[in-house]
């Protein structure tokens, strides 16, 4: 976990990842740039064993670090 100037990084396996995603207070959530709720968020982190997610101050991003298949 890395914070700089407001922004939390963090990298996590799937099952705390999805924990994390559904208690995040934050209703912005971007995947490859596109809002997406949520549901689709976990659904997503489903495909990768380790995610990388950062907190800002106004959004969440989500993204795939090791997908499934490897």
Request: charge should be positive; proline fraction near 4%; charged fraction near 25%.
């Amino acid at each position: 976990m890395s914070t700089f100037k407001g922004i939390m990084k963090m990298e996590f396996n799937t099952p705390q990842a999805i924990r994390q995603i559904k208690l995040s207070p934050k209703r912005k959530i971007l995947i490859d740039g596109k809002n997406q709720c949520k549901l689709q968020a976990m659904s997503f982190a489903l495909k990768y064993h380790k995610i990388d997610i950062t907190e800002t101050f106004g959004e969440l991003m989500v993204k795939g670090i090791v997908p499934v298949g490897n």
